[in-house]
């Protein structure tokens, strides 16, 4: 089996964590332990398989996106965007107000919204750090910068009902637990805080080398070193999945975001988290954790070619009815049918959507049908439905 070995620079120096042999005693090695860390190993086999089919489909995506107009480009970045940093944050099990992160998005990339005026503090807070991450990617990730980070997660000094120790490494132990009071599982053990600085160090020293290792490859590499390390009181996921964007941008050398990983994450979050358990406590080996990372990826960028063909269709739409005389609220109905409509098309819903009268739904969808643009639904029943045309149709 051939593998392949993350080598480190000679002129960096290589942390080693000994832990008291009775504390060896009562539980599994964990990975920082090992007296190779943090040079890790993984099957080039296994993991070359699909790390090429991963940079197969970015390049397919981003020619794809090539071919869209600017306003529908800007509206996609903008989209997934907003959607990285709601899922991200969800992730961790909080949940931030749509309108305010999009509005914020927009606003820092100066893009036209109509969005809500007011937009809390903390909702800025991970906004300025995604942003600074995926705009700026191809600059240096130093100390001072990732602090900047974790002080925008947390611009209180509070997470939810604890202090915390913001813009800093942590200066205490920390354990990743669950269950009840008292009967807590230890899932893993952070290093000790006195090694925390050098850790980052040795790990920011590696993020800007200009290694050999593929981006993508790396940005798996990182997302896992850092947990690993998990530097700070609050927010490493997070920041993790920050730095894996950013990495992924530099890949890409490019700003613009067409698809989320985060999203992924949040779908396979209980496979992630087993998974990251299992490979902390390996000796080195993490093929299994950039198997399962670069398969996520994956999913999220077939998730985003569908996207883009319903966009691209979308477009072709518009484009070819750009002289069909069409009122507002058909433009806003159709824009839904073509987003994906929720359940069955009805007048009654037209109405409703648009806040016009029946009798005026009725018309805008009869003279919709005369364009030849949606039709009347073949199933029947007790009431009429409509779609659209089959010439407007995915298949």
Not at 46 to 74: D, N, W, Y
Not at 208 to 234: R, Y
Not at 293 to 311: P, Q
Request: hydrophobic share 40%.
């Amino acid at each position: 089996m051939r593998r392949k070995t993350l080598a480190i620079s000679l002129n960096m120096r290589r942390i080693i964590c000994i832990f008291a042999a009775k504390r060896r005693k009562f539980m599994a090695g964990y990975i920082y332990e090992y007296d190779d860390w943090p040079e890790f190993t993984w099957n080039e086999k296994t993991i070359g398989v699909i790390l090429g089919k991963v940079r197969h489909l970015q390049g397919k995506i981003f020619g794809q996106m090539s071919a869209l107009g600017f306003s529908i480009k800007e509206e996609t970045i903008l989209s997934t965007l907003t959607l990285d940093v709601l899922k991200s944050s969800e992730i961790e099990g909080e949940f931030l107000n749509k309108e305010q992160v999009r509005s914020s998005i927009a606003r820092k990339l100066g893009l036209e919204y109509a969005g809500v005026v007011h937009i809390d503090r903390n909702v800025e807070g991970i906004v300025e750090m995604m942003l600074d991450a995926t705009q700026r990617y191809d600059k240096i990730l130093d100390q001072e910068r990732i602090f900047g980070w974790h002080a925008a997660l947390f611009p209180t000094g509070w997470s939810g009902m604890h202090r915390i120790n913001a813009g800093c490494y942590r200066d205490g132990e920390m354990q990743v637990v669950s269950g009840p009071m008292g009967k807590e599982k230890i899932h893993f053990q952070t290093p000790p805080p006195s090694l925390v600085k050098k850790e980052m160090d040795l790990f920011l020293d590696w993020f800007n080398d200009q290694t050999e290792i593929d981006g993508v490859l790396k940005a798996a590499i990182a997302h896992f070193w850092f947990i690993i390390i998990h530097p700070f009181d609050d927010g490493n996921g997070r920041i993790a999945r920050a730095l894996s964007d950013m990495l992924l941008a530099r890949s890409e050398e490019s700003s613009q975001r067409y698809y989320s990983l985060s999203n992924q994450i949040l779908a396979e979050k209980k496979r992630y988290y087993e998974v990251l358990q299992k490979v902390q406590h390996s000796t080195g080996d993490i093929t299994e954790w950039l198997d399962w990372f670069l398969n996520c990826l994956y999913r999220a960028l077939e998730s985003t070619e569908e996207t883009l063909k319903r966009v691209l269709h979308k477009a072709d739409f518009w484009d070819r009815n750009k002289e069909t005389i069409l009122n507002s609220r058909q433009r806003l109905m159709l824009n839904k049918l073509f987003d994906g409509f929720e359940g069955k098309l009805k007048s009654s819903k037209w109405a409703k959507i648009t806040k016009c009268s029946p009798d005026t739904a009725l018309r805008d969808i009869k003279d919709l049908i005369t364009k030849g643009i949606i039709k009347q639904e073949e199933s029947g029943g007790r009431s009429t439905n409509y779609e659209l045309a089959e010439e407007w149709r995915m298949y």
